[in-house]
């Protein structure tokens, strides 16, 4: 199965346009929000985008910041 995490914060524009392209594109993603939850140290801003196959190969795709090519990107991997 394909994860998608975002890691967000509530004053971060780049953050709600992710999230949307991930709702209109209907990808199913989990939220962290960096000011509330622990992190992983690599997870410096926001937003930044892990994806990842659970209990499959190393495969992991991550991003820092959002755009319509980072968008695109994700969307063919996820209906890969």
Known sequence: ???VVIYTSPTCPP???AKGFMDYHDITYTEI???KDSVPESVK???TIICSIESGPDERLE???F???IGNKINRWYND
Do not use: Y
Request: glycine fraction near 12%; charge should be positive; proline fraction near 6%.
């Open 1 to 3: 199965m394909k994860r």
């Open 15 to 17: 953050c709600r346009l």
């Open 33 to 35: 929000d960096i000011t």
């Open 45 to 47: 801003s926001a937003p």
């Open 63 to 65: 991003f820092v910041g």
């Open 67 to 69: 755009s319509q090519g």
